[in-house]
């Protein structure tokens, strides 16, 4: 890991102190997109999956262990054909009976998982298939499920995914207003 410039290695390189607040800002945001992983704190995580998310899964499931989260594991370990709803509705009333931090669902094009989750009020489940959307999803909709395609992102894209996820935080403001509304219409 590359370590980050102190303020005194910048006034020794001649660096202009009126530039301090925008280097600050940088450094700032270095930290919080490439070091994020390191200051992950253990979640208690749900996961539930169809067979076409098994294998995923069964990826990201070892991976969070290693990293030293706990998961409770709706899903199918089986590749056999089932019914995505069985295993999705579980993960959501983890979510909003306060068993969990946050919930990973997963189904060959996340669709099917998305919508079952989001049936239940307070669930906001979002359907990512890039690091990108999936911190955008936390900034800026406060999502508290991941749905993953599993037949259109690789398994290490689906870890990366999930890490961006559980470390992205909310960042509240105009944000909060208009995840307020998101419920409004139940």
Known sequence: ?????????????????????????????????????????????????DHAGTECKKFIAENLEKDGHELLNHGTDDPDSVDYPDFVHPVARDVTGGKVDLGIVICGSGNGVAMTANKHRDIRAALCWDVELAKLARQHNNANVLAIPARFVSNQLALEMVRAFLTTEFEGGRHSRRVEKISKGV
Do not use: D
């Open 1 to 49: 890991m590359a370590s980050t410039p102190c303020l005194s290695s910048l006034v020794a390189h001649n660096i202009n102190p009126a530039n301090f607040p925008v280097l600050m800002e940088v450094l700032y945001l270095y930290n919080r997109r490439y070091l994020s992983i390191n200051s992950m704190k253990n979640m208690r995580i749900s996961i539930g999956n």
